[in-house]
């Protein structure tokens, strides 16, 4: 973490940041995103996902959709030359956030199992391991570990935080 980085500013996706975020997807995923994927981003009203900018470099983005009171995190990314100071750390500060600004109440994700950078982020920011998905990803075959903290208190709104590992 590099105390002395600046903060980057969020917009929401727009198609105009298709290239940039396709060729960080190359870059940081064994299976990343198709142009489509990210098409969907833009236009379906459950998703929210917002890039990370440095002045007018694309730096990193992330994302979920919010369906019943579930922030489902579709996406972290940051470029490989931004890693390591404390931007990933940004992106889910911001996301928590706006979650919490749409009344999400719980916050999950998956990730692939071997990878101890993002699990170590998540764990920093308070989230638990609720369970494991086996098989998960199909390309480059891996389970993945489902995460996550919630957002109101547990039981809130009537709600308990039901298992969704699979
Ligand atoms: C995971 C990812 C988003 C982290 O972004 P980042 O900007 O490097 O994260 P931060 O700088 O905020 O790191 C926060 C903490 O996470 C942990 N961490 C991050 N990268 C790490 C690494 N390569 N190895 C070990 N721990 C790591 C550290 O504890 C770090 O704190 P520290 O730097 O003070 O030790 C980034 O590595 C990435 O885009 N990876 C490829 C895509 C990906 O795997 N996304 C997650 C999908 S679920």
Known sequence: MNPTAPSPHFV?????????????????YPDPWTPGMF???????????HVAMLE?????YGGFWLMAGEAHITKLTVASPYRRQGFGTNIMLHLLREAARANAMVMRLEV????????????RLGFS?????????????????VMEKWL??????????EETSG
């Not at 727009?14 to 290239?19: G, I, K, S």
């Not at 692939?112 to 764990?123: D, F, G, K, Q, V």
């Not at 109101?152 to 935080?161: A, I, P, T, W, Y």
Request: glycine share 8%; charged share 25%; proline share 4%.
């Open 12 to 28: 929401r996706i727009a198609f105009a940041h298709l290239p940039h975020l396709l060729a960080i997807e190359e870059q940081s």
């Open 112 to 123: 692939r199992e071997s990878n101890a950078a993002a699990r170590t982020l998540y764990e």
């Open 129 to 145: 391991v609720i369970g494991v998905r086996r098989g998960y990803y199909s390309r480059c075959p891996e389970n993945a570990v």
């Open 56 to 60: 007018t470099e694309v730096i990193g």
């Open 39 to 49: 098409n969907q981003e833009v236009v379906n009203p459950a998703s929210h996902f």
């Open 152 to 161: 109101l208190e547990k039981g809130h709104h009537g709600e308990e935080g």
